[in-house]
């Protein structure tokens, strides 16, 4: 076991080495939106195509979630099954508030706005 005074300096030092850097921050903005579908899987996919026609990039897609990139900004979307129909949860984060924001919004509004007719 180390003696405080031991522990005391670490930490000062960890402090001092955090101070020197320069803060920087990020931005994560978030948004559900009830989908027309009363089903995941089919959830997912609206979000997978919404992430296609809003030109995102590295688009990958796993059983909770499909993931992407856009310029200055990282998506992630999960499907919530809720009655009557599936809850889509979008989440953006990155640099500049604006234009997560944006990418929030433009891609919460496409997933919604998908009709599938059966």
């Not at 996919?45 to 990139?69: C, D, K, P, Y």
Request: hydrophobic share 50%; aromatic share 6%.
């Amino acid at each position: 076991m180390r003696p405080l005074w031991i522990k005391m300096g670490m930490a000062i030092a960890l402090l001092a080495t955090a101070a020197a850097v320069p803060a920087s921050g990020a931005t994560l903005y978030w948004a559900s939106t009830a989908v027309h579908t009363n089903s995941i899987r089919t959830c997912f996919s609206f979000a997978n195509t919404s992430m296609h026609a809003l030109n995102f990039q590295n688009i990958r897609q796993s059983a909770s979630e499909v993931a992407g990139s856009a310029p200055g900004a990282y998506a992630a979307v999960t499907c919530i099954g809720t009655s009557p129909r599936v809850t889509a949860v979008v989440m953006v984060a990155g640099e500049n508030g604006n234009l997560v924001a944006q990418a929030r919004d433009n891609l919460r509004n496409k997933i919604a706005g998908i009709v599938q007719i059966d």
